[in-house]
């Protein structure tokens, strides 16, 4: 399941928050620095600035820890930062398996090294890389880089693809595309580079932008690109899948539910060491109001405990909050926001799910 939310399969957590309870969060994202090595244009990150302190391995271990401990069952290191910046990463992948945690990584690749591939890759879930072009010049537009960016980077996917295949392992491997109006001259030649390398899919999403709209997304424009992502679809076979995020490209800037009931479930922080309910509040205008507290100087679980935690969740999901207005666009909650507004509101009921669970059902 690449579009929606993989919620209705976390029964027990749902009717837990239903009743009152404090619960843990299901999917944390989070960076483990807000360096980067690329300059994207569609940079949700720069509009995250806040104060920055250094995650250190044993910071990030005792997070780790405590997620495992509290109930976390899935963390992707994937946030305002390029975690392949950190010297910290390849320990942090292994210790948050070690600890039963499913671990997913979302990076441009460009720092991976060959030599730590067949340690990492077998402790992952998923292995995304943001490559948003097949051609190199207009890779490097796009991500604000050098033209060798792309070639490096090719041959780390290449290679990801071989140990893969040669080991048999698990991991997921897939290209993501986010997609601005003015890219789609490349939605055609990424599916069919995605084909071409092996990974298992390729996919296309929207571009968030804040509710002051800083990027200047123009969500009407992804219209004209609907015929181009429906033939890039076509790719498609038993072994390969491409796909648009359909849900939020349809909804553009529009939003059928005001209160956020989301982060609870599936939580972001930032690499700076910030715990906050979600990446569009990052920055440091929301401080007063939005921000809970920082890794480096209080451990997660007395975060997570805390009244201040809870406190800020609550805010979130009160009438005093409207995330019609007051809300970045397509956020990562949007579909679980949906999901659990029509809880709320009687659209739905809490029932099994049908079918097979989806593959990487802690990552909501």
Known sequence: MLDGTKLPWHRDRIEAWLQGERIAPITID????????????????????????????????RFLDDAAEIGVKAISFISDGESTCSPHLRDAILRGRQNGLDIGLGTNGYLLK????????????YLRFNFCAANPERYAYIHGVNLEYFHEVFKIIASCVRL????????????????????????????????????????FKHCSDDELHSLGVDYSQYSSLFPLLRQAEGYSDENYLVKAKWSKLLAGDK???????????????SGSGLVAPCGMLFNQRYKKRFHIGNLVET?????????????????????????????????LQHAANIYLNNLKQGNTTLEEPLGEPPLHINFI
Do not use: H
Not at 114 to 125: F, G, H
Not at 181 to 202: E, H, M, S
Not at 305 to 324: F, H, I, K, N, T
């Open 164 to 203: 893969k295949r040669a080991k048999n392992l698990n991991v997921t491997l897939n290209l993501q595309m986010v997609l601005m109006p003015d890219f789609g001259d490349q939605i055609l030649p990424l599916a069919r580079l995605g084909k071409n390398l092996g990974v298992d899919y390729t996919i």
């Open 30 to 61: 989070c960076a483990l620095t807000r360096r980067c090595t690329y300059r994207c244009k569609f940079c949700y990150g720069m509009l995250q600035a806040n104060d920055e302190k250094r995650m250190t391995r044993d910071v990030i271990f």
């Open 114 to 125: 060959d030599e730590d591939l067949e340690e990492i890759l077998p402790a992952l879930s």
């Open 255 to 269: 939003r059928e539910y005001t209160q956020c009931y989301g982060p609870p479930f599936i939580a972001q922080f």
């Open 299 to 331: 451990s997660f679980k007395k975060l997570w405990q805390s009244e201040r935690y809870w406190e800020v969740m609550d805010e979130l999901a009160s009438p005093r909050y409207d995330a019609g207005s007051m809300c970045g666009y397509l956020c």
